[in-house]
Every structure is written in structure tokens, then in C-alpha cells.
């Protein structure tokens, strides 16, 4: 019955400052899995809180900024119909220029193997299932990794554990995807060797793709800038340029 308060309370108490990032807040939400948390001045005197309510309407709000970005298609601080056709535009029309430049560079690098392809035309049919495969593969690995930096789990301790785990997923993955291509291409062409090109290609492929997909948005967070502006573009440009030159450059060595 004596006992005084400051011996019944806790001064290790969780809260956040009136100037925190509202993402950092949502993350300690995550975090901590509190229905509220205190807000406090530079003085440590309680101002306000912070509910659950708040910090799941902050999440949705980051996570579509986030898928817009990512695809390059501007800033998303106005829902899709309070945004004019020519603010529309405006966000996506430079990165739609830069993705034709990066297509046309992948295009002019597949016609310099204009004469094995002359030579083996069914690699025209095939270049693109490489090319795809590899983009799709890195996207699932950037899209994994954009969320994981913005939920603060990737870290310099940590990083070396995501590169080894994320390369040996897509070895697998690519040697049984590989397996199934390989019989496609054996089924159009007859040609055992064609079958391992298209093979090898797509393992080396989803390994650049799943490089990029790593590699990109982690680079831009140590800049400084935002991970996920642009990546789906650049992702594309090495995946579409790198499916080309590698499939068409093994079929030049090893099937002419």
C-alpha cells in the first residue's frame, strides 16, 4: 500500500517524436504489434498517439506509392481520378522514352547475330522465351527485395544471406524451368545441342535478372534514393539485352 508510482512504472517506454517518418512508425507497428503508440515532443511530453488505423492506411499509402515507382510511372500522391490526363502523362511518358531507347539498344544487339539467325531461324521463336523468363525472374526477386527495404529487414549483416539465398533459389529454379524449355526447343528443332543452349540460357539469364532485381534497388537505397523509381525499366533493359546476346552468342560458338 506504500508503494511510491516511480517504482510501479515504466520509463522504458516505446514512443515515437512528432518529427518520425510516418513509414518509420508504420514499421514499428509491425514491429512491436501495438495498437497505439505514444507521440512525444522534443521534451518527451506527450502530444498525441498514434492507432493501428493510422499506420495500416500509411502502409497502403507507401505500398501503391511503391508499385507506381516501380513501374515507373510517376508519383502517386493523388488517386488515379483526381490526377488530370496530362499529370498522367507527365509521370509516365519520360520512362516509356527511356524503355523504347533500351528496347531499340536490345533490338540492335540481336541483329548483329542477323546471319545465325539466318542460318537457325527457329532461334527468332526462342530468343523471347529467354529474355521473358529472365525478366520475370527478377522481378519476383525486386519486388521481394523493394518490400524488404521498406520494411527496414534488409541490413548490411544480412545482405550477403539474401544474395547467396536468392541465387541458389534461381539456379533451381532455372535448372527445372531450363529442363522443360530444352524439351520445347528438342520438340520444334530435333537439335539436342540447340535444346542445351536454350537451356544454359536460361539459367544464366534468370541469374542476371535476379542480380539486377537485388542489386539495383539495394545500390539505391545506399545512395540515398528511392528503390523502387525506375527499377522495372532497368530490369528490362538488362534482361531483354543480356537473353539476346547470351543465347544468340552460345547458339553462334556452339551451333555453327
Not at 151 to 167: H, Y
Request: with cysteine; hydrophobic share 50%; glycine share 8%.
Amino acid at each position: 500500500d506504500n508503494e511510491l508510482i516511480r517504482d510501479m512504472m515504466d520509463d522504458n517506454v516505446v514512443s515515437v517524436s512528432t518529427t518520425t517518418d510516418q513509414e518509420d512508425v508504420s514499421q514499428m507497428f509491425e514491429k512491436y504489434g501495438y495498437l497505439a503508440i505514444p507521440v512525444v515532443d522534443n521534451e518527451k511530453r506527450l502530444v498525441g498517439i498514434v492507432t493501428i488505423d493510422d499506420a495500416i492506411s500509411i502502409m497502403q499509402d507507401e505500398a501503391s506509392e511503391d508499385i507506381a515507382k516501380m513501374n515507373a510511372m510517376g508519383p502517386s500522391d493523388k488517386p488515379y481520378f483526381k490526377q488530370s490526363m496530362w499529370e498522367l502523362y507527365k509521370n509516365r511518358a519520360p520512362w516509356l522514352l527511356v524503355n523504347l531507347c533500351t528496347a531499340g539498344f536490345a533490338s540492335y544487339v540481336a541483329s548483329r547475330f542477323e546471319n545465325t539467325v539466318a542460318h537457325i531461324v527457329v532461334l527468332a521463336f526462342l530468343m523471347s522465351i529467354v529474355a521473358g523468363i529472365g525478366g520475370n525472374s527478377g522481378n519476383q526477386t525486386m519486388t521481394l527485395v523493394i518490400r524488404a527495404l521498406a520494411l527496414g529487414q534488409v541490413t548490411s549483416s544480412n545482405v550477403r544471406d539474401l544474395i547467396k539465398k536468392e541465387l541458389s533459389v534461381t539456379v533451381l529454379a532455372g535448372l527445372a524451368g531450363g529442363v522443360i524449355a530444352a524439351i520445347f526447343a528438342y520438340m520444334i528443332s530435333g537439335s539436342l545441342p540447340l535444346a542445351a543452349v536454350m537451356m544454359a540460357s536460361m539459367v544464366c539469364n534468370m541469374l542476371v535478372g535476379v542480380s539486377v532485381g537485388m542489386f539495383v534497388p539495394i545500390m539505391r537505397e545506399k545512395l540515398g534514393k528511392d528503390p523502387a523509381v525506375g527499377s522495372s525499366v532497368l530490369l528490362t533493359f538488362a534482361t531483354d539485352t543480356m537473353g539476346f546476346l547470351i543465347f544468340l552468342g552460345l547458339a553462334t560458338v556452339f551451333l555453327l
